[in-house]
């Protein structure tokens, strides 16, 4: 940049002394050739200085164009060299904004990374924490708001608090009755633990609607089990009883290997589910007998219309005797 400039003002200056150079090579010239400038006899004043000062004054007035014009190329010059080092700044602000930008990725990319770390680290380190108490046995287990268990086991422990096995019986505690250093030593959180509730509330709430539907659908078949008493189909009936026995038996089964969990494990009847063995086992156990209850009374159904039939059947017997 600073030899391209150095450069053309020289040939600035170069140029201008070659135009005030020609001028005057035109001028002094012509005045040679000119006859009518040369001094008349008896004048101290003619014709040729008169026009000479008219040359002169040309001479002048190119000299100023000149000048005027080396100003303007300077300027021209200037704003050149100013447009080039804007220029080279846009370009250094471009490659600061791309370096910028690649650190930003990477560092973004090293959070994302720290972030994963201290996700896997927490989990590993809350579930280490659980298990170490788990079935931990204490004599006495008061809470905050005043209340206390005796001769008390910890059976459970998840993000909405814990399950503990007492004198008088089972309880549940949810995070916010706990005591504020059990918290600390479980890694348990207030907020997440009210987003468990809630979500644990929305599953049950989906099994209650689900249970209705099948309460509604038990309602419905009995109905049909009702109208079917009227006329009945014997056939029909007797399939039915079929079909409801096994349910009997698969619920007796489930009842079962509930109760065996119940004595084994700790834990939940399923991932998703919110019941306990126990729990299941007794669910199970009143599913069975109203089975047994359905079976029961469509049996005396099919006992009865099996003996209307048999009746219908022997009455024109009776009537040709």
Known sequence: MSAFSSDSESGVVVYLVGVIFLVLIGTGASLL?????KPAVGSSEGPSLRDGQAKLSQINQAYVLAQLDLEERKKLVLMGKERDREREELRGLKGSIQ?????SEELRGAIGDLQHEWIEYRENRRLSLRQKMLRTELETFELPSGKSYRDVTITSIDDTGVRISHASGMARIVVADLPVQMRRDLDLD?????????EERTRQNARLAQLDKNEAMREKEEAAAERAVKTPNLAVLKEKVEIIRAKRDEALRDEQRARANDQSSSQRSGSDRLETWGE??????????????????????????????LASESEPDELQE
């Open 33 to 37: 050739m000119d006859d009518s400038i």
């Open 99 to 103: 370096t910028a930008k690649r650190e």
């Open 190 to 198: 207030l907020e997440a633990a009210a987003e468990a509730l809630a």
């Open 280 to 309: 299941r086992a007794v669910r199970m156990q009143k599913n069975a007998m109203r089975y047994d209850l359905q079976i029961q009374a469509l049996t005396r159904v099919i006992e009865k219309a099996e003996a209307d039939q």
